[in-house]
């Protein structure tokens, strides 16, 4: 059964624009207008002799039909509108009103249909209908909204459920309940109701752009949850290509599937991470995983101007609401940012007029995590600023970091394989953690379209804009081809510990923490690469500049999150160039510098895995550091015997003659700060050369390095 007022008062018509009162809305917006004048007293003259001020308010008068009582040939005023008394000017009213209520209405009427339809599908009372269109209506026609604004500039929630009942003959005390914070009006976000006292166009809020939908004639159920809801597209990938999230696959798959047949309400996960690491794409893939309709918010409105975060809130309780009778559904709430600010200002308008501050906003918000019927999926690229009381309500999280290499391998060849680029490139963009699939996806996005058809092309064009997107972004580049080493030999390691018993005893026990420390050059990360192949693990390798920030405590966040993203790949965690976190907090001048260490130090404490520190500048670490390591190994240059057994492998390698090679030897074994990295660099000299190796010319090369070596007693030059 419809509501009174939609009985008594269907007068409003179809095809009204927004700004313009149409001619088949006048006649409700007079009766109401003329309602609300005679329940405020509008009508009450000012001073004996004068006429009250709406009689000469000309949008008044226009809005109502009223003629002008100043007229003194008024027919239809007739002899009253000579006397402007109480009584005669409330009689001018109630006799207009009378027509209107006679005037014939419009069978079928846009806006009352779409409410009445709104209502079914997320069930609305009268008294919430009610709210609802007459909200609208303030929103939709400026005339009659600034006629009654500027008569109420002071309007409580108490008066504006009084005029309610007064225009629609609803109970005063159903309107309290429609507009009280806990409403369902309130708390699926339809209606803002402002708190205190405040003018009344300020009092009702609709939601942003709904009651421009509902002005619009003959919208279907379908039609009008398609306005603030979607249906997500369909994944292009499976689970299996994310195996580094295993375990949390597992959980969450269990957990969604089982709430969905349970119809658990207050479900909420929350994804966060860099953009581009395939957050949506897991989401979209989880959802068809179990079988279960994906839907989101929408992010514009009809005009396509960009929701903000106070209405996207909205728009989330409105779709919790529009899928409670879904029995299959999740929602997803992608850069949900602006949705959870630093301060809860964007919320103050959720609180009841008892007041409560920020307290009450933060309440609201918990409650809706804390009831959603539909499951929900929340994506942020970055949680830092969002409040612990609120991230403490998500029932679980996944943090998305960078996937391990061997993922990275298969992602880049999912989106790049169709152009058949070589191996060794698709292993070098592997190689760059700071790559996302979101770049390389937009990559071959370009490539198939610039490209013509020719791979060539296309190979150039994702060089190009991978370089292009990384120079944008302030990453890492990648190198254009892979760093020339040595053919690599634990024999050229001479270290004081025999590094074979650590390896054996690593694939036993698969943990443990090691300081490698010595000259530059002398093997110490290409240990830790050997130490992660021979075991069968990843490697995570970082730097100073993959951590330090300007940012005061991001560094120590960059720390935690290098823990953590080797703990789930369970990799090998190398941090090189370690002093310049574990310099001595003695000798620190800035509190960061102390935290840094402090923190470095608590992460080692609770990492159950591989970890592995290198430095040149053994010291100036801090004392207290090392006793943090299990071992501390030692890379010495090498030994003479190592200098000329190394010298006869790389000139081999490198393609050499070694013919007259035995008259090098003394002097090979003479060259005392000689590394294998000299070998290494010396390597990549003749491969820019492409000359002939000869014995010689290695042997000058490698003499030239150890001259340039602080320390070196020889003079710095590059005479043999």
Known sequence: MQPQYFRKRRRWGKGSRIGKVASEYRTLLASWLIEIALHLDWHRPPKPGRWPDIFSDCEFLALTGIHDPYEEDDEENGEAAQVPTTKNCKKILEKRLAVLH??????????????????????????????????????????????ISSRCEKTTNQLICQILSR???????????????????????LIRVAKGVVDLEDKLDVFEGLSSILINPHLSSEELSARFLKKASPPTLTLDNFPHLRCDVAVTRDYLANVLDERTAGVNILLHGKPGVGKTEFVQTLAAEIGADLYEIAFSDEEGDPIKGTARLRAFNFCQRLLARTSNAILMF?????????????????????????????????????????PAIWISNRVGHIDPAYLRRFD?????????VAVRLNIAEYHLGCFDPPRSMIERIAGNDDITPGQLDRAAKVAKIASGGNNARAIQLIE????????????????????????YNLDFLNTDIDISI???GLKRRPRGTFCFYG????GKSELARHIADEIGKPLILKRASDILSKWVGESEKNIAAMFSEARDQDAVLVLDEADSFLSDRRDAQRSWEV???????????????????????????????????AFKVRFNHLNPEQRWQMFCQELKRLGGCDDGIDEWESKIRGLEKLTPGDFAVAARQFELWDVTVSPGKLYEQLQKECEVKEGSKRPIGFGS
């Open 102 to 147: 006679k005037t014939k209405a419009p069978e079928q009427l846009a806006l009352f249909d779409n409410i009445e339809l709104l209502a079914e599908m997320v069930g609305l009372n009268e008294a919430d209908q009610c709210v609802l269109a007459f909200a609208s209506a303030l929103d939709l026609f400026p005339q009659f909204k600034g006629t």
């Open 167 to 189: 225009i629609t003959g609803v109970p005063e005390s159903d309107f309290r309940a429609s507009i009280s914070g806990d409403s369902l009006l309130v708390s699926t976000g």
């Open 334 to 374: 992608d850069e949900i940012e602006d949705v959870f600010p630093a301060d809860f200002g964007m919320f103050s308008f959720f609180m009841d007029e008892g007041g409560g501050g920020k307290s009450s906003g933060k309440a609201w918000v918990n409650r809706t995590m804390e009831r959603n019927p539909v």
């Open 396 to 404: 679980y999280s996944i943090a998305f970091s960078v996937p391990p």
């Open 464 to 487: 190009q804009t991978l370089d292009r997107s990384v120079t944008l972004l302030g990453q890492k580049r990648t190198p254009n081809r892979n760093v020339l080493r040595t053919g």
């Open 502 to 504: 650590i390896i054996s």
């Open 519 to 522: 000259a530059a050059g002398t």
């Open 595 to 629: 935290t840094q260490v402090n923190e470095l130090l608590t992460q080692m404490e609770a990492f159950d895995g591989i970890f592995v520190c290198t430095t040149n500048l053994m010291e100036k670490l801090d004392q207290a550091s090392l006793r943090r390591f």
